[in-house]
């Protein structure tokens, strides 16, 4: 696709209107006509890995690139892909009007992506049920997300990266042992056991395989939101293919590849860190030093399904998120003065109630 702006548009066969894909049943249906169209049954073929450093010396394979047509909003400088007659819109992180720009967006092409499992009645369910529960929300703002407009469809952009590394390490393992000590306590005699650790120096080297550490390659959300949709079942990985976007949109990376992997770096040194200690074995642990060789690291770029609702409400924006595999909702906490002032007065005059019996029974 390098060259030219993807489109993601499927004509249904029968009236010529946009098809979609329905997460519900699997398949490219139409909404104005009603016909369903199978999505092919084949066997995918396996997800290519791709080559770090080709990645970052843009040294890629022609077909692994691709270009695309994107708006940046001007609030939350979210990147998202637009149909090429598609000249003005709102942004769907923030609910910010955006004018599209007429430029071409190059970037990596995703090798992946999770298809959507949870449909948009499912979703909204989820975040009005999720509403529902927060103590203190505005009820306007309840009820106008239980009436809203429907919630977008968001394919979130990932990286992910495998290594194979090998740690060596110094320091030190701690074995607990107790002395008895005696001392006086109120003019008698006591004996008291003190906790001690025997240090011994140690060294020693750990290996491990990194598979898919994930990374978001986002900043239109933010990380509290989006860590909190995890886990991801990565498993359910297939192959990029135009068909899934359907009637959704995808959002363009805006964290760099390199920036990505010193993420995945800090999270792979962390695990290290444990096995580390683990092999340090004893009671406490020291470490030293830790040497870390990486090599064969290689990286997908992946698209994970949200769905997205952004409200308006007195000049601020809130923003609801769902994980379109497995349903589990994340927001903004908006918070109601006039309940929390009404539950603050309720709760005085229950107290000075209380207060009152009590006087009236002393």
């Known amino acids: 696709m390098d060259g030219a702006a993807p489109h993601h548009r499927f004509p249904c066969e029968q009236c010529g209107s946009d098809l979609r894909f329905d997460p519900g049943s699997g398949n490219l249906v139409c909404d104005h006509c009603g016909h369903v169209e199978p999505l092919t049954d084949a066997a995918p073929p396996a997800i290519a890995e791709q080559d770090f450093q080709a990645g970052l010396r843009d040294a890629l394979p022609g077909a692994q690139m691709e270009e695309t047509r994107v708006s940046r909003c001007p609030n939350c400088g979210a990147e998202v892909e637009f149909d090429p007659d598609l ?17 071409a967006h190059r970037q990596i092409k995703p090798q992946g992506l999770l298809p959507f499992a949870v449909d948009e009645a499912a979703a909204r369910k989820a975040m009005t049920d999720w509403l529902g529960g927060l103590w203190f929300a505005p009820s306007r703002l309840q009820a106008y997300a239980r009436k809203g407009r429907r919630m977008q469809g968001i394919y979130v952009p990932y990286w992910t990266f495998d290594a194979d590394t090998k740690s060596r390490y110094t320091g030190q393992r701690g074995t607990v042992y107790y002395e008895t000590q005696t001392v006086m306590r109120d003019g008698k005699r006591q004996t008291r056991q003190v906790q001690k650790v025997r240090w011994h120096p140690v060294s020693g080297q750990v290996a491990r395989w990194f598979d898919d550490v994930l990374v978001l390659a986002s900043k239109s959300l933010p990380r509290s939101h989006t860590d909190a949709l995890e886990p ?25 590849l390199e920036t990505g992997y010193l993420e995945a770096r800090d999270r792979m040194d962390a695990q290290i860190v444990r096995d580390v200690r683990f092999n340090i074995g004893g009671d406490r642990q020291r470490i030293g030093s830790i040497d870390t060789d990486v090599r064969d690291v290689t990286f997908k770029h992946v698209l994970l399904p949200v769905w997205l609702a952004a409200y308006k409400y ?41 207060g009152y019996l009590y006087a009236m029974n002393a």
């Open 314 to 354: 007195r000049g601020r924006s809130f923003r609801f998120v769902v994980n379109g595999q497995t349903g589990r909702v994340q927001g903004e906490r908006p918070w109601s003065k006039v309940k929390i002032a009404l539950a603050v007065v309720a709760g005085l005059i229950v107290a000075g109630i209380v």
């Open 232 to 256: 991801w079942d990565l498993s359910a990985l297939i192959p990029y293919a135009p068909d899934y976007l359907a009637g959704f949109r995808a959002e363009g990376y805006q964290v760099p």
């Open 87 to 103: 000249h003005a819109t709102e942004c769907p992180f923030c609910a910010t009007p955006v004018v599209t720009d007429t430029g």
